[in-house]
């Protein structure tokens, strides 16, 4: 009869199955959480070293802010329901704006202490976020979550290909041109200082090199695009396909996994694929806060990493109630405020760290519905089964060895469920009784394409607004909501954004 009496939410299962259970979530969301410290450590132009800091820092935030947000911790924090938490993808493309913009440790600085601004200020609002579901329906969600997949696929298409810019560019300098240049740069330098014997008249005859000369890159790189890579990364794709139709249940929803496994063990055989640093890296290190940067606090920066919060935070309430559903508990408005206010909190740790804002995995959430197993403890084990892999740094040095190509097969797959996820809630808008949606769902998808299509559009801009107008995201999310209030106004309960995060199963 006691056990009749339990909460399903709150039922404390053998020590076996939660370890199992638990690992299981933790590979659910596995590639998605090391997605985020690869493209924004990569962007920033960091050492390899410093990349697997950021995943070991990345998966050790991961397990604490979980902990927080399953089990509770005071009546603020943590809303007690079998919540996995991860780096948000909506973070991710401001990050790397700020990181093309000032690469390296610097850069490094402005992100981190955007995240800290942005996590006090998300843990102050997080009451007045909870009661802002109206402005957030289907119709502003679709579209932001649209726009985040669209804009992220860049990134996966360049993981196969190789960069736009740096070494992977498509085209090079041609070396005959470049040792012309050299030629010609030796011979003006001879005419300042002749040497001894020289006739002054014949080194005079070559002028001074213009000062920031530099030829432009004119032939095909043979690093871009090369084929062994684009057919690893199909294979990587293809074998996602194939797990994901064939196999059932949990080694189905493990398929982008999976897949990368398969990719890695392939370039490793092709010769593509190393494992010095992971022989260097040691067994067991602790993560500290400020390990790679010491926070830079620029306030127009830390708005911006704000207004992602705040969508954010958005999803996270219909994320929240729809799990709420699932699991037969009620939420609460004071519930609701602390399982956003621990989006703030985990986003504070994650800045303090050296790592990146955290909100709840929705894959993780739609697996709380496919395996029927409610209890918030399973989530408690898979934080700690993530705190301990974040210990490891031959872990994450394996993580950062993996080739780009091999991401990119599961790039598309995972950037493209975002996107396909954000269509899906645009699917069920209604069009026909309302056909001021369909100007809500052009116009914010196409100004969120400006930065994306023309990134230059901001060069005769003010340069203290260029942070906030360069993420293709935050236009489309302040486009939705505007756009939204002329047409529709601020009607609904939000129980249309429940049925919509019920059906997000990417993040």
């Known amino acids: 009869m006691a056990n009749q009496q339990v909460h399903p939410v709150d039922e404390r299962l053998p020590a076996g199955k939660l370890t199992a259970l638990g690992l299981q979530h933790v ?20 050492s390899p070293e410093q990349v697997a800091m950021l995943i070991s820092a990345d998966l050790f935030c991961c397990g604490l802010v979980t902990l927080i947000q399953s089990l509770g911790a005071t009546q603020w924090f943590g809303i007690k329901l079998p919540v996995m938490m991860g780096v948000t993808f909506a973070s991710v493309a401001p990050m790397v704006a700020m990181a093309n913009s000032l690469p390296g440790v610097e850069g490094a600085g402005l992100i981190f202490g955007s995240i ?53 560019a498509p085209n090079v300098v041609s070396p005959e041109h470049a040792k012309w240049l050299a030629d010609v740069s030796s011979m003006a330098n001879a005419a300042v200082t002749p040497a001894a014997g020289a006739s002054a008249p014949a080194a005079a005859m070559v002028p001074a090199v213009p000062k920031g000369l530099a030829l432009v890159g004119s032939v095909p790189n043979p690093k871009y695009a090369q084929m062994p890579h684009i057919i690893i990364a199909g294979i990587v794709l293809v074998s996602i396909l194939l797990i994901a139709k064939y196999a059932k249940g949990f080694i189905a929803n493990i398929s982008v996994l999976l897949g990368i496994i398969l990719g890695g063990v392939i370039a490793t055989l092709a010769g593509l694929m190393t494992f010095e640093k992971v022989a260097k890296a040691g067994w067991f290190d ?68 050296n790592t990146f804002p955290y909100t709840s995995f929705s894959q993780n959430v739609g697996l709380v519905g496919v395996t029927g197993v409610k209890s918030r403890f399973v989530c408690v084990a898979g934080g700690i089964i993530l705190i301990i892999l974040g210990l490891l740094p031959k872990m994450a040095a394996l993580v950062e060895s993996l080739p780009t190509f091999v991401l990119g097969g599961a790039g598309l797959v995972m950037f493209g469920m975002v996107a396909a996820t954000g269509i ?32 230059n559009f901001k060069q005769w ?47």
Do not use: C
């Open 424 to 455: 899906r809630i645009l699917g069920g808008v209604d069009y026909k009784g309302n056909r001021n949606n369909l100007f809500i769902v052009a116009i914010s998808i196409g100004i969120g394409m400006i930065p994306l299509i023309a990134p």
């Open 286 to 353: 602790l993560v500290l806060p400020f390990e790679i940067a010491t926070p830079v606090f620029d306030p127009i920066l830390i708005i911006t990493m704000t207004l992602v919060m705040i969508v954010v935070m958005i999803e996270s309430t219909g994320m929240f109630l729809a799990l709420g559903d699932m699991t037969g508990r009620k939420i609460e408005q004071k519930a609701l405020a602390a399982g956003l206010r621990t989006d703030g909190l985990g986003t504070l740790i994650g800045g303090i760290f």
């Open 27 to 46: 590979l659910v969301m596995y590639a998605g959480a090391v997605a985020v410290p690869l493209i924004v450590g990569r962007a920033l132009k960091l």
């Open 116 to 168: 800290i601004g942005a996590g006090v200020i998300s843990i102050l609002i997080a009451p007045i976020v909870s009661r802002m579901l109206r402005f957030f329906p289907p119709v502003v969600t679709g579209t932001i979550i649209a726009v985040i997949g669209i804009s992220l696929m860049r990134i996966g298409i360049n993981w196969i290909f190789g960069n736009p810019f740096g070494p992977t």
């Open 461 to 507: 801009m003010p340069h203290n607004i260029h942070p906030l107008i360069e993420s293709g995201i935050l236009l489309a999310s302040i486009s939705a909501v505007a756009l939204n209030l002329y047409f529709n106004g601020a009607r609904g309960d939000g129980s249309d954004a429940v049925e919509a995060a019920k059906q997000a199963d990417a993040h």
